[in-house]
């Protein structure tokens, strides 16, 4: 089961509530979206400590996202009208579009393709318009403007037919990664229609079928159960025919791995074959401590699952919020990373998926005026400047590629991909 905010008002969980927190959250939930599975609720939340729980502060907005000036014209705004106006501007102020996602929508001739990415070489995204949604939603979330309404630049895909031309035209093309939102969210009849398209034999390099999901962070029972057994055999066979199948998990806590149910589901997508890597962005409050990714990653290899990234939060939503600067972050990552087994050292960050590429941040070094972040790309638009390292002014407080001041060579790099790149805004309003 999964609750609305009004569901959730009318649930037994909301008497746990001060009535402070309630009309807090009545405010909240009008910028930012809200949704919980049951499971969330009854598993996973411990209610008695909900201001330090993690997975409170993952699910139920907090205050401080808000910043005062907004409290004070939420609290006073008069009529419903003006209230839709002023929570579409400060969603609009929380920068809800990132660093040009548009720029990396593909075309056939001069067709665009709406529900797809493509940035790096050898992978394509792709949103199925039917899974841009999710089974709870992160306070922190990205893609939070996807949910709410806001948008004319909701990723949608048109059908399968765009997917399917435009894999066939791009040979070079080996990952297809279906994103949402989650598309776990759709049933198996809509996510087999999908999957159906890439056993075309004219698709045969397109080799790993990729799926990024938290699903078995926030429903688990979607693996489980005669639907979960339907879908468990249908990957099967997938892998059988030849296709790499890999979930990439969103876990952001070792709390969303202690339950039965998603030990269980975990082992059936093992046993089905399936590859399991897992990722999450680095955030405050939630789980902004060595310890935790300590535990987690250990616990994650222990279930048999590989760690992969590290995320640095985005610049969007309440970042003011939830970020951590860029050397806390480093510094998070290297204590927790000297703590583990080698096999949990497949995961790499903290990193920043950032508009020119992904972005490591994988040393810091010098001392006093000459002290430097050491970075490198670990994905980018031009494959020429992966993996070579090149520096940036060290900058405490800095928690996003724009607030750095780049090695010159490399910010000349960066500025010839964007005359390459970014999209006019005549074809931006064409992709809306
Ligand atoms: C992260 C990402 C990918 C996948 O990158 P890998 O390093 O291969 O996991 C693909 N496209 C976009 C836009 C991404 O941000
Ligand atoms: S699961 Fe992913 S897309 Fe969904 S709300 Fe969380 S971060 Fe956003």
Redesign the pocket.
Known sequence: MFYSFSKFLKSNYVRILSSKEVEDLKILTRVFPFKVSSYVLEELIDWENRYEDPIYRLIFPQPEMLKPSHWNELKNVRGFEEERAIVKRIRLELNPHPNGQTDNIPRIGDRLLGGLQHKYRETVLFFPAQGQT?H???T?????AQ?VNLDDHKFKSKEQRDLFDYLSLHKEVTDILFT???PMWMSNEKLFEYFDVLTHSELEHVRNVRIGT?VLA?YPKRFLGEEGDELLRYFEKMVSDGKNVSVMA?FSHWKELQTEKVHEAVRRLRNAGVQIRTQAPLIKGINDSSEVWRDMWTEQVKMGMIPYYMFVERDTGAQHYFSVPLARAYEIFTDAYSQISGLAKTVRGPSMSAWPGKVLVSGIMGEGNSKKFILKFIQSRDPDLINIPFYAEYDPEAIWLNDLEIEPSIQQAIDEMKKKYQRTPDEVSEVA
Do not use: I, L, M, V
């Open positions: 999710c709870a939603y992160c922190y979330c990205f893609r939070w949910f949402g939102g989650d938290k926030y969103h």
